[in-house]
C-alpha cells in the first residue's frame, strides 16, 4: 500500500506533514483564513510527538489554535477580518513560519519563527506594494471576483443554442 510506503519514509510525522503541505498549496495565491488552522494543527499534532516542549513555544501554538479558530470561523460565516488577525496569521502562522518551527524544533524554534517571519512580512510587502500581487487573504472582498469577470469568457448552455459570453465586454455572442 502506498501509505505504508509514507509512513516508513516520514514516520510519525507524516500527519504534520501533510497538514503543511494543504497549507502550501492553498497558499499559492494568498494566505486563508483556513491555513492558519491547519498550521497550527500541524503544529499542535507536532508538539504531541515531542517529549517536552518549551513553555513559551506551548503558548505560540495555543495562541495560533485561537487565531486559526477564529480564522477558520471567519472563514465559514464569510466575515471579514482585520488586521489584528490578518498580520500575526501571515507573518507567524503562514506556512513558512509554522514549518521552520517544526523542523528546527523545539531548541532552534524562536530563532527559526523570527527569520521566517521577517522574510514573510518583507516579501509580503515587496510582492503587494511593488509587484501588485495579493499573497495574502484579508477577508470576502470582490477583487478576484472582479478579476475574473473583467478577464473571462463563459460558455453555458442555453436550452439547445450553446452560447458564449465574453464578461469583460458583457455581450452575448451566438
Known amino acids: 500500500m502506498l501509505i505504508d510506503a509514507l509512513v516508513r519514509l516520514f514516520g510519525h510525522n507524516l500527519p ?5 503541505v494543504v497549507g502550501f498549496a492553498v497558499e499559492k495565491h494568498y494566505v486563508s483564513r483556513v491555513t492558519v488552522f491547519t498550521n497550527t494543527i500541524a503544529l499542535n499534532v507536532h508538539f504531541l510527538s515531542l517529549d517536552e516542549a518549551p513553555r513559551l513555544l506551548v503558548w505560540y501554538g495555543d495562541l495560533g489554535l485561537l487565531l486559526g479558530l477564529y480564522g477558520f470561523t ?3 460565516l464569510s466575515v471579514k477580518t482585520s488586521i489584528l488577525y490578518n498580520l500575526p496569521a501571515y507573518t507567524l502562522y503562514s506556512s ?3 514549518a521552520l518551527v517544526i523542523l528546527t524544533g523545539p531548541n532552534g524554534w524562536l530563532a527559526a519563527l523570527v527569520l521566517a517571519s521577517l522574510v514573510s512580512l518583507v ?11 495579493n499573497i495574502a487573504h484579508w477577508g470576502p472582498r470582490p477583487g478576484q471576483v472582479t478579476r475574473f469577470v473583467e478577464t473571462a469568457r463563459m460558455r453555458y448552455l442555453d436550452g439547445a443554442v450553446t452560447r458564449t459570453v465574453d464578461l469583460s465586454l458583457g455581450k452575448f455572442d451566438r
Do not use: D, I, K, Q
Request: overall charge negative; glycine content about 10%.
Open 96 to 98: 513558512l513560519p509554522v
Open 123 to 133: 516579501a509580503g510587502h515587496m510582492l503587494e506594494e511593488e509587484l501588485g500581487m
Open 16 to 20: 504534520v506533514l501533510a497538514l503543511l
Open 74 to 76: 471567519a472563514y465559514l
